[in-house]
């Protein structure tokens, strides 16, 4: 990927808290806990989610730039929302904390040098990763889960 290629990724993936904070204005507050099905997650799982997902991107980010060839940590998000009861916890604060992690990594990545794209550090579960690769997962990862929250909003008007 070249750095006209990749500019626009990172200049979304820095956009990105504000597309969520705007999407959530769509959907009613008294829905955020609105399961679709017993086995797929509510607004409010999303939004923890978002914010464990990012806590690890942020380790991963760094892990890039100062231990390239790491080998990183693996986590079960299911496990995570199950057994850290992602309803009982803030979604204010974790938009707070996505946002701060989001901004802090954006910061990094739109500075760094060329040949830190060339980096790669090995995740357990998928073997060697690209630096590039993570730019692309995390620049999606918002805008799919806010598609899941539509999908979530739909299925709730369906029920009144």
Avoid at 47 to 57: C, P, T
Avoid at 74 to 86: F, G, I, K
């Amino acid at each position: 990927m070249t750095s006209e290629q990749r500019s626009p990724l990172i200049q979304s993936y820095g956009s990105a808290y504000a597309s969520l904070r705007t999407a959530l204005d769509e959907f009613p507050r008294e829905m955020w806990q609105f399961k679709p099905a017993p086995n797929r997650w509510s607004i409010h799982e999303i939004i923890i989610h978002l914010a464990d997902s990012e806590a690890n991107s942020f380790v991963r980010c760094r892990c890039f730039v100062a231990e390239p060839g790491k080998t990183i940590m693996a986590y079960d998000q299911d496990l995570w929302s199950a057994r850290t009861d992602y309803h009982r916890q803030s979604t204010a604060d974790a938009l707070e904390l996505f946002r701060l992690l989001r901004k802090m990594s954006h910061d990094l990545i739109r500075g760094l040098p060329e040949e830190a794209w060339l980096n790669t550090i090995t995740h357990p579960e998928y073997g060697s990763m690209a630096f590039e690769k993570w730019l692309v997962i995390y620049e999606e990862h918002v805008r799919k889960h806010v598609g899941q929250m539509r999908r979530n909003y739909e299925a709730w008007k369906k029920t009144k």
